[in-house]
């Protein structure tokens, strides 16, 4: 009951007079400025073990699961694109997130795109995301996820998304598919990573996403396969394919030593999305948060029902509060991200999401998670 008090007042502070002056400040400035300070919060032990306090609530067992030998403790975790460096686990770790992902990481550091990276649309529920896979290159990450202090990240798994550089001198796919190689022998047995995302979505890179057509995904997990990874792997899928053209890639991933799938990335197509905020067409991107919500929920569900003995679906996408997420869990997905949501709503949102799930588990009558996965997926 405290702690929910504790999450009430978080929420109010952080939507009413933080965000109030947080959404005066250039969108790219506020972002870099977070990671800083939570980086360096986040590395005092002091620090850690009060957010876990407020935020992380006690483990429930309706909620744990254990995919692909990896254990969960909550079904929430934070979606690649904010923490892109690995410069926040423990304070993630803290916040009650059940994992998080790190990256989307290249083989070579990249500067991303020119900025501005960011843009918000307020009400429309919406970033508009241009940052180019900006990151501090695989070995770097790699090293500091490895250095971290192993009671920091205890009972929270670290997924690695993994890319190609955004750079035009990696544009031809059998440098492309190089780039991503080396980045996924680097971490080859690394303890700190649990899992792999390999990330064939970005569009906001050199060459878009050339893995998107079933010969180059071939082509590209055929190596992958050579690796010899002992973590599980997933793939980050892009969101505005038409189900025939996702099917052709889940039919190429089902070949393959694929664990799952990320569903999905950002909006693109513009034409499709209901703005409720004016965005001129001089602002470049592409569309998280609410614009991705039903496209996701519907490539979800049809996987679920097609693939869902082969294939363990993550949910992303607009996900704002528990009722968003346990939708996307009763079409199919045994996990969700969220980043967006966390940005408009607050740090505390992964323990809310986490307490309601608990709450909509009990009304529907299910004893555990496992149970409501999957069930309106035939509706």
């Not at 020119?114 to 695989?138: E, H, I, M, Q």
């Not at 031809?172 to 064939?200: C, H, Q, V």
Request: with cysteine; net charge positive.
């Amino acid at each position: 009951m405290v702690r929910t008090y504790l999450w009430k007042v978080c929420r109010f502070l952080y939507v009413y007079p933080g965000k109030a002056v947080i959404f005066l400040l250039p969108a790219d400035f506020m972002h870099g400025a977070m990671v800083r300070t939570t980086s360096l919060l986040g590395s005092s032990n002091a620090f850690t073990l009060f957010v876990r306090i407020i935020f992380k609530r006690k483990r429930d067992e309706k909620l744990v699961q254990e995919l692909h030998g990896v254990e969960f403790d909550s079904p929430v975790g934070l979606a690649a694109g904010f923490d892109k460096s690995g410069e926040i686990v423990p304070a993630i770790a803290a916040l009650g997130f059940g994992f998080g992902t790190v990256g989307s990481v290249t083989a070579k550091k990249c500067v991303g795109n020119p900025r501005p990276w960011f843009y918000r649309l307020p009400k429309t529920k919406s970033l508009v995301v241009n940052a180019g896979l900006a990151n501090d290159g695989s070995k770097i990450v790699i090293e500091r996820l490895r250095n971290y202090d192993s009671k920091a990240t205890q009972s929270f798994p670290v997924v690695l998304s993994v890319a190609k550089t955004n750079h035009h001198k990696v544009v031809d796919i059998n440098d492309a598919i190089n780039d991503y190689i080396t980045t996924l022998k680097r971490a080859k047995n690394e303890k700190s990573i649990k899992m792999f995302e390999i990330n064939i979505s970005c569009p906001n890179a050199y060459g878009g996403e050339p893995f998107t057509t079933p010969d180059r995904l071939e082509k590209l997990l055929s190596v992958v396969d050579k690796v010899g990874l002992t973590q599980p792997i997933f793939i980050k899928m892009p969101v505005d394919l038409s189900w025939k053209d996702f099917k052709k890639l889940l039919d190429v991933a089902v070949k393959h030593k694929i664990a799952g799938v990320t569903v999905a990335n950002l909006a693109k197509d513009r034409s499709k999305i209901e703005f409720k905020d004016n965005l001129s067409d001089s602002v470049r991107g592409n569309l998280s948060g609410k614009p991705a919500y039903s496209l996701s929920n519907e490539l979800i569900r049809q996987t679920y029902l097609n693939y869902g003995k082969k294939l363990t679906i993550i949910g992303v996408g607009g996900i704002f509060t528990a009722e968003d997420a346990y939708a996307k869990i009763k079409l199919g997905a045994s996990l969700v991200e969220i980043i967006t949501g966390l940005i408009f709503n607050g740090p505390q949102l992964a323990a809310e999401i986490n307490d309601g799930l608990v709450r909509l588990l009990k009304r529907d009558g299910y004893d555990h998670i496992s149970q409501a996965i999957g069930v309106d997926a035939k509706k």
